[in-house]
């Protein structure tokens, strides 16, 4: 089994900026891409961002321009750079795995707070 652990959450003002880890631990073998997602009370979660072990990256539309997903493949784990943060932005951010075997999102950490004040 895949273990992810988010560290970063936090409180920040309107256009500060603040970044979000993830480490992966266990049967690591079994991981391809990894991604963060988001979910704000009330809300559906949405994607964020995701990137590859080859670097390729994707982002959802609300953060283009702003947020920064990145990866280091040798320890595992995934961070995000968040800038210019607005209060749409408040919300549970959960690290997420793709198992590589069974072609689903299989792993998911159990989530950090960002809440960003007006």
């Known amino acids: 089994q895949v273990q992810l652990g988010e560290s970063g959450g936090g409180l920040v003002q309107a256009g500060g900026s603040l970044r979000l880890s993830c480490a992966a631990s266990g049967s690591i073998f079994n991981i391809d891409g990894m991604g963060w997602y988001r979910q704000a009370p009330g809300k559906q979660r949405e994607l964020v961002a995701t990137i590859t072990i080859g670097g390729s990256t994707n982002y959802g539309n609300s953060v283009k321009g702003r947020f920064t997903i990145f990866r280091d493949n040798a320890k595992n784990t995934v961070s995000l750079q968040m800038t210019t943060l607005k209060p749409e932005d408040t919300a549970v951010y959960y690290c997420?795995?793709?198992?590589?075997?069974?072609?689903?999102?299989?792993?998911w950490g159990q989530g950090t707070q960002v809440t960003v004040s007006s």
């Open positions: 997420a795995a793709y198992n590589r075997h069974t072609l689903r999102w299989d792993y």
